[in-house]
T-cell receptor, first 114, second 113 residues
Framework: DGGITQSPKYLFRKEGQNVTLSCEQN?????MYWYRQDPGQGLRLIYY???????QKGDIAEGYSVSREKKESFPLTVTSAQKNPTAFYLC?????????????FGPGTRLTVL | GEDVEQSLFLSVREGDSSVINCTYT??????LYWYKQEPGAGLQLLTY?????DMKQDQRLTVLLNKKDKHLSLRIADTQTGDSAIYFC?????????????FGKGTMLLVSP
């Protein structure tokens, strides 16, 4: 059963703590992406990776970090430097990262900072 | 600049047609996409159109592209209550070599029985 999984579905953290969101895909896609979604704001790109061991900043990378040590995994760490981390986080992947390649999305993780 | 704009809300009755509009500003965009998001879920690709096309039809969905006006629309025929969701327009971004997408803020479609 191929697809993209994100865990956990809901995550709570205290202010000042780092937290890591998981994203795994078994589609054999080269490219992976992290987006943040706030109500009424659409999706904003945090980081993306077109190949293992390489990644680029998106539009709102400050306060976030990523790694791409394996093709199937692209974890996102929300650090304590992120001033307003409460949001819905979406992971996506595409075959090669070209514009014509469809991006497939995971179910999302809702992060709430208490 | 790269801004994708959509109206925020559309309400229709079941059985009517729905038309969701989108404007984009980047004339270099090559692929334009429509995604659907149901509450609390990820995004599901509905359809896409290449910039050298004017129209694409897929069952109840019709996409129209007016490249001169940078206007994209999604028409849903015979709208059902299950079509209630947020619809996002997105364009491939030349700024990143077309390897990323820029999304609009989404149009919430509410279908009443």
């Amino acid at each position: 059963d191929g697809g993209i999984t994100q865990s956990p579905k809901y995550l709570f953290r205290k202010e000042g703590q780092n937290v890591t969101l998981s994203c795994e895909q078994n589609l054999n896609h080269d490219a992976m992406y992290w987006y943040r979604q706030d109500p009424g704001q659409g999706l904003r790109l945090i980081y993306y990776s077109q190949i293992v061991n390489d990644f680029q900043k998106g539009d709102i990378a400050e306060g976030y970090s990523v790694s791409r040590e394996k093709k199937e995994s692209f974890p996102l760490t929300v650090t304590s430097a992120q001033k307003n981390p409460t949001a819905f986080y979406l992971c996506a992947s595409s075959l090669r990262g070209a514009g014509k390649d469809t991006q497939y999305f995971g179910p999302g993780t809702r992060l709430t900072v208490l | 600049g790269e801004d994708v704009e959509q109206s925020l809300f559309l309400s229709v009755r079941e059985g009517d047609s729905s038309v969701i509009n989108c404007t984009y500003t980047d004339s270099s965009s090559t692929y334009l996409y429509w995604y659907k998001q149901e509450p609390g879920a990820g995004l599901q690709l509905l359809t896409y159109i290449f910039s050298n096309m004017d129209m694409k039809q897929d069952q109840r969905l019709t996409v129209l592209l007016n490249k001169k006006d940078k206007h994209l629309s999604l028409r849903i025929a015979d709208t059902q209550t299950g079509d209630s969701a947020i619809y996002f327009c997105a364009e491939s971004s030349p700024r990143s070599g077309y390897s990323t997408l820029t999304f609009g803020k989404g149009t919430m479609l509410l279908v009443s029985p």
